[in-house]
């Protein structure tokens, strides 16, 4: 079995190339072939000794997970299902805009936390993801699309964290794929432009401030205990309070940023004027300056949650409410709703394992077929 070279950062694929005899600029050349030129193969790497190629080829691979299907929306959201073995299905959604291209990323097969309101929560948990797999959804995005629309410079500008999964439960492969994210001889995105969006894992929180403060997202979606006891299950573990403070420790690290609050707006759950009043004096009660930002996300409903979507007119009057506290505050556009690629509903149709299996099934079925009549 050889090693898969998406697994690395590079002071990852420099301790590999020692081991191979070679020098740590090597190891650079090569994470640049890989990153930034999309290069599977070891005889394009032009650039590398002869010899080289020769031992990576005995060594190493490069290889992404597979993808199973592919669903292009007509607001030009681009949402990949890639095969992770086992049965497992994960998914991976690119949204297109004016000044930025944005890759939303899966940390895990499933999730453990289970929040009322997201599809992933209700399939249940699965693994964790390599950092081959995580990395490995960014490489093959990035380089499909420079090659689908005949381009050379970088097409995603931005990167969340925010398929499926809690990323702060999986932490040392999340981190090194970060930083594969940033290194300049990889993707360079700037750290302002790497979300970690997560439902509030505080020990993890406060490492990740002190390992690589990237963006902050939390997804609050309540007011208080009670409410948030019920739709985000880990608050039980973590309150507000506490959560809220780990926010403010890591803007110690990261000092010129906001924290941006998720905000699913359930209609008669968390979406009344006395819950954005309650919002308000919890966000003053933390510091009198501007430290967070609001983002309402419409909920997309699926049969299992039980929860309907709040009207347009409430959400608008929920966010000028905040916005008159002087809370920065914008309400999500919802993209590629057509190919059930908005937030939160990921994995929407797979409900238990047997369901990932059968698909995954169907899809090897239509894609053997597909490559048949390829060759016929
Ligand atoms: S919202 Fe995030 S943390 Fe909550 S269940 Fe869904 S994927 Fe997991």
Not at 72 to 78: E, L, V, W
């Amino acid at each position: 079995m050889t090693a898969n070279l998406l697994e690395y950062d590079l002071d990852g694929l420099a301790a590999f190339c020692e081991r191979l005899g070679e020098k740590r600029f090597r190891a650079t050349q090569l994470f640049r072939w890989i990153h930034q030129k999309g290069a599977a193969q070891f005889d394009d790497m032009s650039d590398l000794a002869k010899s080289l190629r020769e031992k990576l080829k005995t060594t190493a691979h490069i290889q992404a997970p597979t993808v199973l299907s592919q669903h292009i929306s007509s607001d030009g959201t681009i949402k990949w299902l890639f095969d992770v073995g086992g049965g497992n299905a994960i998914e991976t959604v690119f949204i297109p805009e004016d000044d930025r291209g944005t890759l939303c990323v899966s940390s895990q097969a499933g999730c453990a936390v289970g929040c009322r309101f997201c599809s992933t929560g209700h399939q249940g948990f699965s693994r964790n993801l390599t950092a081959g797999e995580i990395v490995g959804q960014l490489w093959f995005a990035e380089h499909f699309l420079r090659k689908h629309l005949g381009v050379s410079e970088r097409v995603i500008s931005n990167v969340v964290m925010m398929g499926m999964g809690e990323p702060l439960q999986n932490y040392q492969p999340l981190v090194q794929s970060l930083r594969v994210m940033l290194d300049d001889h990889g993707y360079g995105l700037s750290r302002r432009r790497v979300t970690v969006s997560t439902s509030g894992v505080v020990p993890m929180i406060d490492r990740l401030g002190q390992d690589c403060p990237v963006a902050l997202a939390v997804s609050l979606h309540a007011s208080n205990d009670a409410l948030r006891d019920n739709l985000v299950p880990l608050n039980r573990k973590y309150p507000l309070a506490e959560l809220l403070q780990a926010c403010q420790r890591y803007l110690e690290f990261a000092p010129r940023d906001f924290i941006t609050f998720e905000y699913c707006m359930l209609d008669g759950v968390n979406d009344t004027p006395a819950h954005a009043e309650e919002l308000v004096r919890l966000v003053k009660a933390q510091s009198a300056k501007a430290w967070c930002k609001f983002n309402l996300i419409p909920f997309n409903p699926f049969p299992a949650s039980g929860l309907k979507r709040s009207n347009h007119a409430v959400v608008q009057a929920f966010a000028k409410m905040l916005t008159d506290a002087g809370i920065v505050t914008t309400v999500r556009k919802t993209r590629g709703d057509d190919i059930d690629a908005a937030c939160g509903q990921l994995a929407g149709d797979v409900q238990d394992r047997t369901s990932v299996d059968k698909r995954i099934a169907k899809q090897r079925t239509i894609m053997l077929t597909q490559e048949k009549l390829n060759h016929e």
